[in-house]
């Protein structure tokens, strides 16, 4: 037979032209392709050999890989099914997958750029254009005497002729590009590459992927001993993959440190992960999983570099180390693998349905993590105790994330500080020993546990003997807005509107206070011009001679995260100054305004800066406050100050 010269299908061309110019950063994954090309192959031929006769009976499967550095290629022969001339013809010369045509259609207005394209599915055989300038195919079925040798350089056209093969099986040969400033090909000729990226996306392949790699030893004399400076090279034939992957063990056999060995392997890191969970599923969809909770949080786990996902398998291929659908974001610190035979690197599945069944299995996982966790609380305190303090941040994200949809099945597993507890509580520990009287769930936003339980607001709450939540994290607020309740309870604010928790005799009285001191506290506000909303006595002080609270609604420490928020900066929260009618300096205010109304401004200032001071928040100007400070203390101590404004006193 004659050298035949064949053009490229039009779809075909459109492919190659995709994969010649790609600028896709990932061009490794060629030789996951081809290797798993080799490997259906190889599965065809064994299936054909199960049921026709005329077909050898063997084990003796192999995928076999040679480098070439001079002449700078790379054979992957494979002794599998092989291809006829036709066959030769409409597998390699045509796109097969039907989907795969569309898809490059729909590509323009989906706006998906050529290194998703490439990223996100299989793309097979021509991939190995993205690194080779040359592509040689040799290949002999067992149901064709003849082999066949066809060669591209991936433009138009290809050739066919016939060659002298005579085993079954596929020999395909990439002659590398040169290298060029930002690509370098030459990285694929040598051996540890090689065998690093088979470890990386082939280590599953269930056939020996094997590689003749050349071994140093020193010489040794009759006597076993080393000479020194004299080495021996020896070509060894090793197979570089792993071949049994540990998700085909049988799961009770695999022990507790093989799975840990198996994580830090993977997924590089140095610790034990501090959860192991491992689910079979089968039914609509099938899958196995084995996911791992580190038992450190990463240090970028939080920066926008941080690469959440699973690693995907179809089969026992490869399919994409960070499989982010899989994961919903509040569970961004796991890692493992989803191991899917109703999953396929090709494209001709239906992106939208392979979409659906990911969201099936990312939704499965969920519960089931959170199952896990939820036992583990349960039977093992300090083990999550320790989860807490890594991730509990995530966890209460996952509460205000996505409108709170996950709150129900996530409320149950937060932990709190509080004011009275050493331990941390969960909020059902909380309610069960709320006394009889307590109506809602109090919390308080501070910096931490020492700065609530010393603060004003916790006066009353004291005296009541009810415990309070300290809500120390950014997110704490907006995660309890969200929730608003827990067991029919409400939750509420201690720096927040009206407590309302004391007793109907108490707050009489203070009403009638604040009618005959309405002018006073006039004068307060007057004196405090924009910087407070509000000047009231106040029912929730008992201790303390003042402090600030926010209206309903936003609070301060909603305020000031929000403002760190790149965005909108003009959200304020209402400012009420509340002053305690029963504290001495209440009524030593009191005679002041009664003897020199004039000099309450620098009382109010006063007041005010101290309230601030309480509330961890910033005096607009330490100065004048330290002065006035000054003023006061030496007019008390009655060391005359004749140029002071309070001169009727003297
Ligand atoms: P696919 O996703 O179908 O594997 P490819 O472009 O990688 O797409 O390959 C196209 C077809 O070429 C395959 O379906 C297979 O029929 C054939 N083929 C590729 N590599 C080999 C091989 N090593 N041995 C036999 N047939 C092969």
């Known amino acids: 037979m004659a050298k035949e010269i064949k053009q490229f299908q039009t779809e075909s061309k459109k492919l190659l032209n995709l994969m010649i110019n790609s600028i896709y950063t990932n061009k490794e994954i060629f030789l996951r392709e081809l290797i798993s090309n080799a490997s259906d192959a190889i599965d065809k031929y064994h299936l054909l050999s199960l049921t026709d006769d005329s077909l050898e009976k063997t084990n003796d499967y192999e995928i076999h890989l040679e480098l070439d550095k001079k002449k700078r290629k790379l054979i992957i022969s494979d002794n599998g099914i092989g291809m006829t001339h036709d066959e030769l013809i409409s597998n390699i010369?045509?796109?097969?997958?039907?989907?795969?045509?569309?898809?490059?259609?729909?590509?323009?207005?989906?706006?998906?750029?050529?290194?998703?394209?490439?990223?996100?599915?299989?793309?097979?055989?021509?991939?190995?254009?993205?690194?080779?300038?040359?592509?040689?195919?040799?290949?002999?079925?067992?149901?064709?005497d003849t082999a066949y040798r066809w060669v591209s350089a991936g433009e138009d056209e290809f050739t066919i002729e016939e060659s002298k093969r005579t085993e079954r099986g596929t020999e395909i040969t990439l002659f590398f590009r040169k290298d060029e400033e930002d690509e370098n090909y030459s990285d694929f000729l040598e051996d540890y590459k090689i065998q690093s990226l088979v470890k990386k996306y082939s280590d599953y392949v269930k056939?020996?992927?094997?590689m003749d790699r050349e071994k140093t030893t020193q010489r040794l004399d009759d006597e076993g001993n080393k000479i020194e400076n004299?080495?021996?090279?020896?070509?060894?034939?090793?197979?570089?993959n792993q071949m049994v992957p540990i998700w085909k063990r049988?799961?009770?056999?695999?022990?507790?440190?093989?799975?840990?060995?198996?994580?830090?392997?993977?997924?590089?890191?140095?610790?034990?992960?501090?959860?192991?969970?491992?689910?079979?599923?089968?039914?609509?969809?099938?899958?196995?999983?084995?996911?791992?909770?580190?038992?450190?949080?990463?240090?970028?786990?939080?920066?926008?570099?941080?690469?959440?996902?699973?690693?995907?398998?179809?089969?026992d291929v490869f399919v994409m180390d960070k499989c982010k659908e899989?994961?919903?974001?509040?569970?961004?610190?796991?890692?493992?693998?989803?191991?899917?035979?109703?999953?396929n690197l090709n494209i001709s599945r239906e992106i939208l349905q392979k979409n659906r069944q990911l969201e099936k299995i990312q939704k499965n996982l969920e519960k089931k993590i959170v199952n896990e966790l939820e036992k583990t609380l349960k039977n093992e305190r300090e083990t999550y105790v320790a989860f807490w303090k890594e991730f509990g941040v995530n966890i209460k994200y996952g509460?205000?994330?996505?409108?709170?949809?996950?709150?129900?099945?996530?409320?149950?597993?937060?932990?709190?500080?509080?004011?009275?507890?050493?331990?941390?509580?969960?909020?059902?520990?909380?309610?069960?020993?709320?006394?009889?009287?307590?109506?809602?769930?109090?919390?308080?936003?501070?910096?931490?546990?020492?700065?609530?339980?010393?603060?004003?607001?916790?006066?009353?709450?004291?005296?009541?003997?009810?415990?309070?939540?300290?809500?120390?994290?950014?997110?704490?607020?907006?995660?309890?807005?969200?929730?608003?309740?827990?067991?029919?309870?409400?939750?509420?604010?201690?720096?927040?509107?009206?407590?309302?928790?004391?007793?109907?005799?108490?707050?009489?009285?203070?009403?009638?206070?604040?009618?005959?001191?309405?002018?006073l506290l006039?004068?307060?506000?007057?004196?405090?011009?924009?910087?407070?909303?509000?000047?009231?006595?106040?029912?929730?002080?008992?201790?303390?001679?003042?402090?600030?609270?926010?209206?309903?609604?936003?609070?301060?420490?909603?305020?000031?995260?929000?403002?760190?928020?790149?965005?909108?900066?003009?959200?304020?929260?209402?400012?009420?100054?509340?002053?305690?009618?029963?504290?001495?300096?209440?009524?030593a205010i009191e005679r002041i305004y009664t003897n020199s109304p004039e000099s309450i401004e620098d009382y109010a200032n006063?007041?005010?800066?101290?309230?601030?001071?309480?509330?961890?928040?910033?005096?607009?100007?330490?100065?004048?406050?330290?002065?006035?400070?000054?003023?006061?203390l030496i007019k008390a101590a009655n060391i005359g100050d004749t140029n002071g404004t309070d001169t009727k006193e003297d």
Not at 113 to 118: E, R, V
Not at 619 to 624: G, R, Y
Request: hydrophobic share 35%; net charge negative.
């Open 93 to 144: 010369g045509t796109i097969a997958k039907s989907g795969t045509l569309e898809f490059l259609k729909n590509q323009k207005d989906r706006d998906m750029k050529d290194a998703d394209l490439i990223g996100q599915f299989g793309v097979g055989f021509y991939s190995a254009f993205m690194v080779a300038k040359k592509v040689q195919v040799i290949t002999k079925s067992p149901f064709s």
């Open 207 to 210: 056939y020996p992927i094997t």
């Open 230 to 240: 004299e080495y021996d090279t020896e070509i060894e034939n090793e197979t570089l």
């Open 250 to 315: 049988n799961k009770t056999e695999v022990t507790d440190n093989e799975l840990n060995d198996f994580y830090k392997a993977q997924y590089y890191d140095y610790n034990d992960p501090s959860f192991r969970i491992w689910t079979n599923v089968e039914g609509m969809i099938t899958y196995k999983s084995i996911i791992f909770i580190p038992s450190k949080a990463p240090q970028n786990l939080y920066s926008d570099k941080y690469e959440k996902g699973l690693q995907l398998y179809a089969k």
């Open 326 to 343: 899989l994961v919903p974001d509040y569970l961004r610190f796991i890692k493992g693998l989803v191991v899917s035979p109703d999953l």
């Open 399 to 519: 509460i205000y994330e996505n409108f709170g949809m996950n709150k129900d099945l996530l409320k149950d597993i937060i932990l709190f500080q509080t004011v009275k507890e050493d331990s941390l509580v969960t909020l059902k520990e909380y309610v069960e020993k709320m006394p009889k009287d307590q109506k809602e769930i109090y919390f308080g936003s501070a910096p931490s546990k020492a700065s609530l339980k010393a603060s004003p607001q916790m006066d009353v709450l004291k005296k009541k003997d009810y415990d309070v939540l300290v809500l120390a994290d950014d997110v704490d607020e907006f995660m309890i807005s969200i929730l608003a309740e827990y067991d029919s309870k409400k939750f509420k604010s201690i720096n927040q509107g009206d407590l309302d928790i004391q007793d109907d005799s108490v707050k009489e009285e203070i009403k009638t206070l604040e009618t005959e001191n309405k002018d």
């Open 522 to 587: 006039a004068a307060i506000k007057t004196a405090l011009g924009s910087e407070v909303d509000e000047v009231k006595l106040s029912t929730r002080l008992t201790e303390s001679p003042v402090c600030l609270v926010s209206g309903e609604g936003l609070s301060f420490e909603m305020e000031k995260v929000i403002n760190q928020m790149p965005g909108d900066k003009d959200m304020k929260a209402k400012k009420i100054l509340e002053i305690n009618p029963q504290h001495d300096l209440f009524k």
């Open 606 to 632: 006063l007041l005010y800066n101290q309230a601030l001071l309480i509330e961890g928040l910033a005096i607009k100007d330490p100065v004048e406050f330290s002065n006035k400070m000054v003023k006061i």
